[in-house]
Nanobody, 121 residues
Framework: QVQLIESGGGSVQPGGSLRLTCTASGFPFEYTTISWFRQAPGKEREPLSCVYSDGHSNYTDSVKDRFTISRDNGEGRVYLQMNILRPEDPAVYFC???????????????YGQGTQVTVGP
């Protein structure tokens, strides 16, 4: 069955970096758009980025120029390199498969358990 496992979260100081990993299985990964979104307590789900099967990527304004998404089709993994982390970035971060591949910022069909990111002194 479809499985998405997020890892790499942790606690960093403002301005620091983390790299999240999404390990996928159970579906034709190389043909599938993968997205990242986050959710903080009491807040709505916030889409962040996605990478299409052809390797092209897309970002929302809140993370553009700070986060970089990439994929390794051979390993079945998607990475989210997060730089210049800010106090407003803490949340649980999820990787997901959008229901409609070309519309990658909503309607997430599958996602994992998430990984916690904390930014603080």
């Amino acid at each position: 069955q479809v499985q998405l496992i997020e890892s790499g979260g942790g606690s960093v100081q403002p301005g620091g970096s983390l790299r999240l990993t999404c390990t996928a299985s159970g579906f034709p990964f190389e043909y599938t758009t993968i997205s990242w979104f986050r959710q903080a307590p009491g807040k709505e789900r916030e889409p962040l980025s996605c990478v299409y099967s052809d390797g092209h990527s897309n970002y929302t304004d809140s993370v553009k120029d700070r986060f970089t998404i990439s994929r390794d089709n051979g390993e079945g993994r998607v990475y989210l390199q997060m730089n210049i982390l800010r106090p407003e970035d803490p949340a649980v971060y999820f990787c997901a498969i959008p229901r409609h591949g070309r519309i990658c910022f909503r309607d997430f069909h599958y996602y994992g358990q998430g990984t916690q990111v904390t930014v603080g002194p």
